[in-house]
């Protein structure tokens, strides 16, 4: 049984480091596409041009430019940089004083944050050469509460589901 964990971890942990590694370079370039905005109650998305481009800033961090529409009216230059020294924690710092905290998770680089009483959970990962980009926004409000209150039926909150956002981007350059 030693000898079996010895083995998946050898021969798994290589290629799950490697991706780690591979991150942000992978990435790196201007991808674009549009982006759906799908409200609670509405069938139809609100749809509007998305585009990041992923670029070296120096050795230490990355430009994370995201740009919404028009490139004058919302144009969001952040900068991407690792908090430690096995890249699974990354921060997008909007440079405002606002910083995301963001953590390599399953391939995917995540994190959630709250403002204005909603939760924001955003989820960028590459898939068949696509950058994939979704945002889910969650009331911070508990809508209802269930559950006994016991270790066998613990108290469960549910939140309501404001929108979900996403996007496929291709690379431009």
């Keep these: 049984m030693r000898y079996t964990a010895l083995f998946f971890l050898l021969f798994f942990a290589k290629p799950i480091i490697g991706q780690v590694k591979g991150f942000p370079n992978a990435w790196k370039g201007c991808w674009k596409g549009e982006l759906a905005w799908y409200k609670t109650g509405h069938a139809k998305p ?45 921060v997008i710092d909007e440079k405002n004083g606002i910083v995301l905290d963001q953590f390599w998770v399953g391939n995917k680089l995540s994190g959630a944050f709250t403002v204005m009483n909603s939760t924001i959970f955003n989820t960028y990962w590459l898939e068949k050469g696509q950058l994939h980009v979704s945002f889910y926004s969650i009331s911070t409000s508990a809508i209802h509460a269930t559950g006994l209150g016991t270790e066998e039926s613990p108290t469960v909150n549910s939140y309501k589901v404001n929108s979900y956002q996403k996007a496929i981007l291709t690379k431009i350059k």
């Design 46 to 90: 609100q749809k509007v041009a998305m585009q990041l481009c992923i670029t070296p800033a120096d050795s230490a961090k990355w430009n994370w430019q995201l740009i919404y529409g028009n490139e004058k009216k919302d144009n969001r230059p952040y900068e991407l940089y690792k908090k430690d020294t096995a890249g699974i924690h990354w």
